[in-house]
């Protein structure tokens, strides 16, 4: 058994092959003049896990290569992240399903596959193999734990994220709640915690995604008028687009930061351990 990954998961793979005691594949990438990527595997074996966090065009092919790389392997697909995965409706006529089709793709050739807080849990049906999806709550609840603050209130930015703010403070365990928008006039919106009072708390905003950052920039902003001692923002995938970093310190958020599902310098919280926890159930290390 061995553990191999793509360009944007290789310290989450280190991580897991520390934890599960699996040994690494040597990987080398490469890309033609026109493009194309090229890849070899060194060193495979009869069960491979594949790590492959999809950002983007590049590592969705990288992917697809890995799993065909393996050859007749028993393959184990864990997608930290998958793009795509919010396109998972189709709006208008003539859209392409995209979800459905990167996770079809991704799926055709493996025997399970493992999602990490995939945005929307109804896109691991589209898998043509047995999938589960776990999630980084409780790891990013035992990080809150680590920071020095007093009694943290853990927030989710909508109703939508209620339940994962739910797990994250499970760890506490703490008090959760969501944050509920009310139009003051045409032009003027407040933002405040559907059901509790920041004022004096130490606030932590969580999420699945923090993408480009605005509305938890925002919210910061405001969390702060009403009394909040500090805002904290953490989330399970940083893509901090855009300068969504830079947004979210101007703001005046105290720390900011993911997991490793989408490695960035902000990756201070691994999802090995919850990865590792769910292969457990399928192999023995």
Same mark, same amino acid.
């Given at each position: 058994?061995?553990?191999?990954?793509?360009?944007? =998961?290789?310290? #989450?793979?280190? *991580?897991? &092959?520390?934890?599960?005691?699996?040994?690494?594949?040597?990987?080398?990438?490469?890309?033609?003049?026109?493009?194309?990527?090229?890849?070899?595997?060194?060193?495979?074996?009869?069960?491979?896990?594949?790590?492959?966090?999809?950002?983007?065009?590049?590592?969705?092919?990288?992917?697809?290569?890995?799993?065909?790389?393996?050859?007749?392997?028993?393959?184990?697909?864990?997608?930290?992240?998958?793009?795509?995965?919010?396109?998972?409706?189709?709006?208008?006529?003539?859209?392409?399903?995209?979800?459905?089709?990167?996770?079809?793709?991704? =799926?055709?050739?493996?025997?399970?596959?493992?999602?990490?807080?995939?945005?929307?849990?109804?896109?691991?049906?589209?898998?043509?193999?047995?999938?589960?999806?776990?999630?980084?709550?409780?790891?990013?609840?035992?990080?809150?734990?680590?920071?020095?603050?007093?009694?943290?209130?853990?927030?989710?930015?909508?109703?939508?994220?209620?339940?994962?703010?739910?797990?994250?403070?499970?760890?506490?365990?703490?008090?959760?709640?969501?944050?509920?928008?009310?139009?003051?006039? %045409?032009?003027?919106?407040?933002?405040?915690?559907?059901?509790?009072?920041?004022?004096?708390?130490?606030?932590?905003?969580?999420?699945?995604?923090?993408?480009?950052?605005?509305?938890?920039?925002?919210?910061? %902003?405001?969390?702060?008028?009403?009394?909040? *001692? &500090?805002?904290?923002?953490?989330?399970?995938?940083?893509?901090?687009?855009? %300068?969504?970093?830079?947004?979210?310190?101007?703001?005046?958020? #105290?720390?900011?930061? =993911?997991?490793?599902?989408?490695?960035?310098?902000?990756? *201070?919280?691994?999802?090995?351990?919850?990865?590792?926890?769910?292969?457990?159930?399928? #192999?023995?290390?």
């Amino acid at each position: 058994m061995k553990i191999a990954a793509n360009e944007r =998961s290789q310290v #989450l793979a280190g *991580r897991l &092959s520390e934890i599960a005691g699996v040994p690494l594949v040597d990987t080398q990438f490469r890309v033609f003049p026109d493009g194309e990527q090229y890849l070899k595997m060194e060193g495979g074996d009869d069960t491979v896990i594949i790590v492959g966090a999809v950002t983007g065009d590049a590592s969705f092919v990288q992917t697809l290569l890995m799993i065909d790389a393996c050859g007749d392997a028993e393959k184990i697909l864990v997608l930290p992240y998958m793009a795509y995965a919010r396109q998972d409706k189709l709006f208008n006529e003539g859209e392409a399903l995209s979800a459905r089709v990167v996770m079809e793709a991704l =799926s055709a050739g493996v025997d399970r596959v493992i999602t990490v807080n995939i945005h929307e849990k109804e896109v691991i049906g589209y898998a043509k193999a047995p999938a589960t999806n776990v999630t980084v709550a409780p790891a990013i609840g035992d990080y809150i734990a680590t920071l020095g603050l007093d009694n943290p209130l853990i927030l989710g930015p909508d109703s939508g994220a209620a339940g994962f703010a739910a797990d994250v403070a499970k760890s506490g365990p703490w008090e959760s709640d969501h944050l509920f928008k009310t139009r003051l006039s %045409g032009s003027e919106v407040e933002v405040r915690p559907k059901n509790l009072d920041a004022a004096g708390r130490d606030a932590v905003v969580v999420d699945d995604i923090i993408s480009t950052g605005g509305t938890i920039a925002t919210a910061a %902003g405001m969390l702060s008028a009403q009394g909040a *001692r &500090s805002v904290s923002a953490i989330c399970a995938h940083g893509v901090f687009a855009s %300068g969504a970093y830079m947004r979210l310190k101007a703001a005046g958020i #105290l720390h900011v930061c =993911s997991t490793d599902t989408y490695e960035c310098g902000c990756s *201070r919280i691994s999802a090995a351990g919850v990865i590792a926890g769910e292969l457990e159930k399928h #192999l023995s290390f």
